[in-house]
């Protein structure tokens, strides 16, 4: 059941976000100070995504060097762990988390 509503609020999540940035698309092109009407569903679809995989692009570069400082900032954190002596804390870490996807009848991802 949950996976089914899940499924609808995807559906739904798919239809209109590129609807509401294929507007604003045609908001930012117009000259005019009124607002543009909405229909021609299907140009405002397209130019939605069109949008959306355009910002999906320029935010790659931004995602690798997210990840980067991510990364330097675990290798930190481990090194000072093994400066310190505590080696068991990153065991308890990687154990804790490893309980996080595991319920009574087994593993879930």
Do not use: C
């Amino acid at each position: 059941m949950v996976l089914i509503i899940l499924s609808i609020i995807q559906i739904f999540t798919i239809t209109i976000v590129p609807l509401v940035s294929g507007y604003l698309i045609r908001v930012y092109g117009d000259e005019n100070e009124t607002a543009p009407e909405i229909d021609g569903y299907g140009r405002l679809f397209v130019g939605g995504w069109k949008m959306n995989i355009v910002t999906i692009l320029y935010l790659i570069l931004a995602i690798i060097i997210a990840v980067a400082f991510g990364a330097i900032g675990v290798l930190s954190a481990l090194a000072g762990l093994f400066t310190e002596g505590k080696i068991t804390h990153i065991t308890d870490l990687v154990s804790g988390a490893s309980e996080l996807f595991r319920s009574s009848d087994g593993w879930h991802y």
